[in-house]
C-alpha cells in the first residue's frame, strides 16, 4: 500500500520540498528502502528520532520504546534546513563582563591546519607577562596577521619582528624546521613591557577588551570573542526530545482541550512536533500537504505558525477516515475560531526516590503515597493511584514512587484566524477503465474537455448543438453520449453538425466509427472511442 502511495507523493513534491514521514521501529527499515527507490539515496536528509515520551514504563515487555522515528527525504539532493531559533538557555551562555557593544562568549583563538597555514603560525607577545605566546600543536591563529595586528592593537602597541623561530614553529606545524615557511615573523611589543602592561591593565579595568583577549585576568593564554549578533539560528539535529517537539500525552492533553475533555483521536501527534518540521522545512507562502491527516495536527501547526509570523502558508489534509468531518476538520475550525477549552495542570503531590533505603522500608513508602492519593481525591480533576516511573534525564534514567494530579481549568481560546474548505469524494470518473456510466452528463463533459484541452469546462455549448462541447486552439469537440444507447459516428451525424460550430479541424467522441479513414482525413476529423462497455447495450 505504502509504495503506490510514496510514489504518487514524489510527483506531488515540489522541487524544492522535503517530505517527513512518522515510522515506528517495527516498519522503518523497509521505509527506508522504498524511500531510497523512489527518491533516491542522495536524497535522504535524516532518520529523526522523536522522544515520544517523557517517562520510561516499568510496565514495558523487552526494551521500552521511547522514540519514533520521522523518515526525511527531499525530491533533490543538497537540500537545506531552515535554522531552528535560538532558546534562552542557549542565548544564557553568552556574557558582556567587559561592557562590550554585544554579549559573547570565550572561543578559540585558533584553528586546525598549522601545516598547511604556515603564514599564520607565529608567536604573540603578551602585555602582561611578556610570554611569547604561539598556538597548541598543530594549530593555527584563526585570522590573517594583518586582522591580529588590528587586534592586538588594541591591547598596546605591537610590531612585527623576525624572532628566527623555526624550530619552534616547526614543532607547532608538526614538520621538520627545514620544511617550515621562512621569514614569518612575531607580533611582539612596540614598548617597554612595563608601559605595555599599564596599557593593557587599563584596556581590561575599563574595557571593552578587544576580540584577542588573555585569560585568567591577563596572565592567561589568547581566547576569541564569538558575540550573539553574528552567530546565526541553531541547526537541526536528528535527535529531538520531547521538551524540544512535545510528546504523546502532550498531544491527548491538546486534543482534549479543543474537545471539551473528550479524547477524540487514539493516537494524536503534539503540535510542537509538526511546528518543528515547518520552522526547518517550510517558508512563507509554501503549500503543506499531509494525505494522514489523522486529528488534523498539520492544520493546527500550519495556522500556528502562520499566527505567529505571518507567513500565509496554505494546506491540504487529506483523510479517509469515517472521522474526516468530526475530527479531523472540526479541530481545523476551532484552532480558527477558537474554543473554550480546559488546561490541563499537572501536580506531583508525591516524589519518593528509590534508593537502597527506600526499598526497604517499602511497605512505608507505598503506605505514604496511598494516604497521599486518598486524601487528594476529590480535590483534583483525575488523580493518579502511586506507580513506579522512571524519569529520563539525558541518557540516566531515576525510579521513583509517584502520585501525579491533574487539576483541569476552563479557558477561553482565541482563534488563529484563516479559513479552509472541506470537500468530499463524490462518485469515481472511471470504474477500471470505463465511464462511471451513474454520473450525470454534465461532469463527464467536464473531464472530456478538461482532458481533451487543459481548460476549465464553461458550458453552454450545448445549445449550439446538444453533443458540442466547445472549441479550442481551431478545434471542436463533440461528445456523442448517451447513457442507455450506443452512439455512432457516420455520416448523418457529421451532416447534423451546424456551421456555427465549423472549424480546421474535429474531435468526435463515440462508440462506434463507421466511416473509413479516408473520409475522416477529408472532413479533418478524428475519431475517439468513449471508454465504456458497450456489450451491455
Known sequence: ???????????????????????????????????????????????ISWQRTYATRNDSKGIPAEVEHLLAFSKEPDWKPNTLSRTASMDSKYKNPDNDVSAWR????????????????????????????????????????????????????YELKDLNDAVERARVCGISPDKVKPGVPALVLAKPLAEARQDAQTVYEKGPWPRFFFTRNGQGGIARKTYLDAVGGLLPTNLWTHQEAGHTDEAKKEIRAIFNGRVAFDTPKPSRLVERVLAIASKPGDLIL????????????????????????????????????????????????????TRSQEHVLFDQKLTVATVKRGADVFAEAMKVYEEALGTYTKVSRPKVTTTVTGKTGVPSVRVVAIQEHEQDVSGTGGSFSYYELGEPLLREGDLNPILPLERLREYIWFTSTGQPYQGGAEKVHPDFLGTHAGVSYFFAYDASETTVLDRSYLASIPTTCRAEAYVVFADVCVLPEGQLATHGVTFKKIPRDIARL
Open 290 to 341: 499531509d494525505s494522514f491527516a489523522g486529528s488534523g495536527t498539520t492544520g493546527q501547526a500550519v495556522l500556528n505558525v502562520n499566527a505567529r509570523d505571518g507567513g500565509g502558508r496554505r494546506f491540504i489534509l487529506v483523510e479517509l477516515g469515517d472521522y474526516a468531518e468530526t475530527v479531523t476538520a472540526e479541530r481545523v475550525r476551532r484552532t480558527i475560531r477558537g474554543y473554550k477549552g
Open 1 to 47: 500500500m505504502m509504495y503506490p502511495r510514496l510514489r504518487l507523493l514524489h510527483r506531488l513534491l515540489a522541487p524544492t520540498g522535503a517530505i517527513f514521514i512518522s515510522i515506528d521501529d517495527n516498519e522503518v527499515a523497509a521505509l527506508r528502502l522504498i524511500c531510497d527507490e523512489i527518491f533516491g539515496a542522495r536524497c535522504f536528509i535524516a532518520d
Open 106 to 157: 570565550t572561543d578559540n583563538a585558533t584553528a586546525p591546519g598549522a601545516a598547511t597555514h604556515q603564514g599564520m603560525v607565529y608567536a604573540i607577545q603578551s602585555p602582561f607577562t611578556g610570554e611569547l605566546v604561539y598556538p597548541a600543536q598543530g594549530r593555527c591563529w584563526t585570522f590573517e596577521q594583518p586582522e591580529v595586528m588590528r587586534i592586538m592593537a588594541g591591547w598596546t602597541d
